[in-house]
């Protein structure tokens, strides 16, 4: 690393536990402002035990001066705190963009959700898609193909009236203009021109009644597949079992995550997990702003706990190599190597479920200035890649 980037290695304690890996995408009730009935943003903690974001207690205390779910009496100055657990295992929560379906391959935390939307580059790369039974006289336009799926199967009965109606005008038209009739079979001799009308309908509409049976049923296998398989493990937890001690994250927009952690210190990013050996030790990497330097970055690795952890020899004893990747010129990569330390909690057994409390690495990783002027940024991406040796 330049001279001009300045680091020193320590051990430092965030208190954060992992999330489910199941069921992220779901606002769970613990997570639910009840004011607002969303995603807690900047949640605090009353008195009383209930969370709410800062911005709807505030709001509400403005008016009221009782807590909105027990009617309790609460003090702006001195019966609300600051919830910053909970505020960190939200931001873990990672779901997909909305235009993800566009190209978006961007996972952020629900409370920054709306944000990343409005300067997300797939958003405006809609499609409207026609309505199969346009001809019919439906006018319904959809942005996504998933969505003009949902429509179809939604209004079934809909489409069969558009159907009836558009098959009724034809009709009277002259003979030469009219739906062909099915010759449905009588005593195995066809019947008399146009006689088959009402039965071609009957069993059209019988066919497709059946049809969207079969295809609710398929509905509910596939949903049963997609929960046990989530009950098993997940395709990301199969992925990081095969790394080999090898941890490649790209720290998407960027930009947006100093501007959140320059705004407020205690919030800090972590990557996906990955272990060292599909039996081996689990681990993820951390970045915050530096507590003393406010235009470096810290970077530290952290322990979590995982099934293979009662086999294993602890404290860890190996070597960890940081190396932050040029996106256009490898030999300019920057590259750091440090060794575990037996006496430091950081590689111990991890104690609690999910992330060690103690991670290991740098309090003042890079200047974040530096790492701009000299190109480590590509498309608001910054990568970082971590291999963990056992030694």
Known sequence: MAQSINRSVSAQESNIQEMEKDDQCHLESRYECPICIYWLNEPVLTSCG????????????????????????????????????????????????????????????????????????FRKRTTNYTCYFARCGCQFMAPTQEALEAHVRNEMGHHLQLLMETFSKTNNLDAESRFWDAPAKTNGAPPAAGAGSPNLMRAMYERIVVLEQKQQEMQAKIENMREQLSKTCSLAEIQAKYTDGVLLWQIGQFQSKVRAMSANPNIMFYSGEAYTSPHGYKFCARINISP???????????????????????????????????????????????????????FHRPTQEGISPRGFGFLEYASITDIERRGFILRDTLTIKIQINIV
Not at 307 to 318: A, S
């Open 292 to 346: 003393k330097v406010r235009d470096y970055i810290g970077l530290h690795v952290h322990m979590m706990q995982s099934e293979n952890d009662y086999h294993l020899d602890w404290p860890f004893n190996g070597r960890i190599r940081i190396s932050m990747i040029h996106p256009k010129n490898f030999h300019e990569s920057q590259t750091d190597t440090i060794m575990s330390k037996p006496e430091i909690l950081a």
């Open 50 to 121: 209930h969370r709410f974001c800062r911005k709807c207690i505030t709001s509400w205390l403005r008016k009221e001066n009782a807590c909105p779910v027990d009617n309790k009496p609460l003090s702006m100055d001195s019966d609300i705190f600051p919830d910053n657990f909970t505020r960190r295992e939200i931001l873990q929560i990672k779901k997909p963009c909305p235009n993800a379906t566009f190209g978006c391959s961007t996972n952020v935390s629900p409370v920054e959700m709306d944000a990343h939307v409005l300067i997300c580059e």
